[in-house]
Antibody, heavy 124, light 111 residues
């Protein structure tokens, strides 16, 4: 069955970077785009960006441009999300979510499969 | 402030039908599909509706989605206690180099 397993919780100081992993199994890794979505405590969902595991191309929300990097390792079927220059407002649960299907333009969306979430706490 | 506007709360009694609205603009709902997610406390979101009104397999037909112009709605009929959750709408937005935007979420309480 399809599984997305994320790395464990992190505590970081302001200004540092964090790299969250999302290891996939149960499907052809390169056949589905992967989204990253975050949720601050008590707040709503926020889309960060998307990566195509096949070629590694990415598209980031403008808010995170310059601070976020999404990569993938096809040998381990794992995608990564690195966020730099952390500030307290980046404290959130970060989710990876497999795209729902034929992702193109405005028809990309987080589908049925999500990771369990990774809590990143930014505190001095 | 979220790009898509949802009421912060909604409520109903078991068996009732409730609707949750989602208002956007021509750059998002007006020109792209709408998606709906359900999030139970402490869990990852779950896809309820995709491409305006399509249900993934396993989602009960009590849940339905619709779209008209720059607004969309999620309807839940035959309300059950296990439907108590947060609900989010989402749509692709063609402005700012394209991005997926979410509504602020609606907390549904089953009385």
């Amino acid at each position: 069955q399809v599984q997305l397993v994320q790395s464990g919780a992190e505590v970081k100081k302001p200004g540092a970077s964090v790299k969250v992993s999302c290891k996939t199994s149960g499907y052809t890794f390169t056949s589905y785009y992967m989204h990253w979505v975050r949720q601050a405590p008590g707040q709503g969902l926020e889309w960060m960006g998307i990566i195509n595991p096949s070629g590694g191309s990415t598209s980031y929300a403008q808010k995170f441009q310059g601070r976020v990097t999404m990569t993938r390792d096809t040998s381990t079927s794992t995608v990564y999300m690195e966020l730099s220059s952390l500030r307290s407002e980046d404290t959130a649960v970060y989710y990876c979510a497999r795209d729902g299907g034929s992702c193109s333009g405005g028809s990309c969306y987080p589908g049925n499969y999500w990771g369990q979430g990774t809590l990143v706490t930014v505190s001095s | 402030q979220s790009v898509l506007t949802q009421p912060p709360s909604a409520s109903g009694t078991p068996g009732q039908r409730v609707t949750i609205s989602c208002s956007g603009s021509s750059s998002n709902i007006g020109s792209n599909y709408v998606y709906w997610y359900q999030q139970l406390p402490g869990t990852a979101p779950k896809l309820l509706i995709y491409r305006n009104n399509q249900r993934p397999s396993g989602v009960p037909d009590r849940f339905s989605g619709s779209k008209s112009g720059t607004s969309a709605s999620l309807a839940i009929s035959g309300l059950r206690s296990e439907d108590e959750a947060d609900y989010y709408c989402a749509a692709w937005d063609d402005s700012l180099s394209g991005r997926l935007v979410f509504g602020g979420g609606t907390k549904l309480t089953v009385l």
